[in-house]
């Protein structure tokens, strides 16, 4: 390029389209938010129960040390949160893109133009679920009642979407097609 001609500055945003369609593919989207829902109760029952033992741990050690050991929990919710945004963080950024949870009941969280999670958007996902429904209520949830793709708000937000694994997604088809 010319030094007379101007400098382009700046960068080009490609615009990806969906990757999953509901239309052509519904066994993607087949009873994924009742399964959803049994998924964050696992996840919430492991992301509690190390907690627990460690409020429990601070509660003892408390007692041993007259008083002194529970300013413990002045650190103790701080390291609650930061485990829970591990735990997400470490799931979704496993090869399988989802929780512990999600793995038992055949599910996975994907990006909406289709890649797979990965550690900082797990983290993020989790920040944003915890803020809209605690900002907006739980009714904020019915969001997925009102689109095709059965998406919340803060998986709009984040920019994903939670499908059928593909084991569940090949037994939904094989069952259609008898």
């Known amino acids: 390029m010319p030094d007379s001609e101007p400098k382009r500055i700046g960068v080009t945003i490609e615009l990806k389209p969906h990757a999953y369609d509901p239309a052509t593919m519904p066994e ?5 938010l009742a399964r959803r829902v049994v998924a964050f109760c696992v996840d919430v029952v492991l992301i509690a ?7 429990l741990f601070i509660l003892v050690f408390g007692i041993f040390t007259l008083g002194l050991g529970w300013f413990f929990f002045l650190l103790y919710w701080p390291a609650v949160v930061i485990w829970a945004l591990i735990y997400y963080a470490i799931g979704f950024g496993s090869p399988a893109s989802a929780t512990i949870g999600m793995r038992v009941m055949d ?8 890649a797979p999670a990965y550690a900082l958007l797990g983290a993020v996902h989790a ?5 809209t429904v605690s900002a907006l209520t739980p009714l904020i949830l019915l ?6 793709r059965r ?4 998986d709009m937000l984040a920019g994903t979407i939670v499908i059928n694994n593909e084991g569940r997604a090949d037994a939904l ?3 259609r097609a008898r």
């Open 173 to 175: 088809r094989g069952r």
């Open 49 to 55: 129960t190390p907690a627990l033992f460690v409020a």
């Open 28 to 32: 993607l989207f087949e009873g994924v």
């Open 127 to 131: 920040i944003l679920f915890w803020i």
């Open 143 to 148: 969001v997925a009642f009102f689109n095709a």
């Open 107 to 114: 599910l996975e969280m994907r990006t909406w133009y289709g």
């Open 151 to 154: 998406r919340l708000l803060h």
